[in-house]
């Protein structure tokens, strides 16, 4: 583990042999054993990332978001986790976590998953092993095992 620029809470769970580039922030999140995070990449409380994962540059991996084993994840993937995202509360006062954590979804990216460069991933979705996401994809649907998704909205182009 190298030591630049980083931000890393004390709540992060770290495996063995993990390479962190400049410009992180991690918190509350766990990363497997073997796995690269590349700069400017920051993973929110309650992320499990699993062992050989890559997750390239300038990515977002919001809570609720579990990643197996084997993943690659490019440049600049964005997930999200509110179907219906709001700054305010009906009486009009600034949400808070509390509000906010009422509607969060979870995402899953199975083993071996390739996600592509500026991808952005939906809340609620799986992501099936081994399945291909295509850069700038948008996906807002569960992605079947094997299957090759591109476009916006991603699509599936082929299945394995």
Same mark, same amino acid.
């Given at each position: 583990?190298?030591?630049?620029?980083?931000?890393?809470?004390?709540?992060?769970?770290?495996?063995?042999?993990?390479?962190?580039?400049?410009?992180?922030?991690?918190?509350?999140?766990?990363?497997?054993?073997?796995?690269?995070?590349?700069?400017?990449? &920051?993973?929110?409380?309650?992320?499990?990332?699993?062992?050989?994962?890559?997750?390239?540059?300038?990515?977002?991996?919001?809570?609720?978001?579990?990643? &197996?084993?084997?993943?690659?994840?490019?440049?600049?993937?964005?997930?999200?986790?509110?179907?219906?995202?709001?700054? $305010?509360?009906?009486?009009?006062?600034? &949400? $808070?976590?509390?509000?906010?954590?009422?509607?969060?979804? $979870?995402?899953?990216?199975?083993?071996?998953?390739?996600?592509?460069?500026?991808?952005?991933?939906?809340?609620?979705?799986?992501?099936?092993?081994?399945?291909?996401?295509?850069?700038?994809?948008?996906?807002?649907?569960?992605?079947?095992?094997?299957?090759?998704?591109?476009?916006?909205?991603?699509?599936?182009?082929?299945?394995?």
């Amino acid at each position: 583990m190298n030591e630049k620029s980083q931000y890393i809470s004390d709540d992060v769970e770290m495996g063995t042999d993990v390479y962190l580039g400049v410009c992180i922030n991690l918190y509350g999140c766990s990363i497997g054993d073997e796995s690269k995070i590349g700069a400017f990449v &920051e993973i929110q409380r309650g992320v499990t990332i699993g062992a050989r994962c890559k997750i390239s540059s300038h990515s977002f991996i919001c809570s609720g978001v579990t990643i &197996e084993d084997n993943v690659f994840i490019g440049h600049g993937v964005m997930f999200t986790n509110d179907m219906h995202p709001r700054a $305010t509360t009906p009486e009009g006062l600034l &949400e $808070t976590a509390e509000d906010w954590a009422s509607r969060m979804q $979870t995402t899953v990216v199975r083993k071996g998953a390739v996600i592509g460069s500026n991808a952005t991933i939906g809340c609620g979705l799986t992501i099936g092993a081994g399945a291909t996401i295509g850069m700038g994809a948008v996906v807002t649907k569960d992605v079947p095992p094997g299957a090759t998704v591109v476009g916006n909205p991603a699509c599936i182009l082929e299945k394995r």
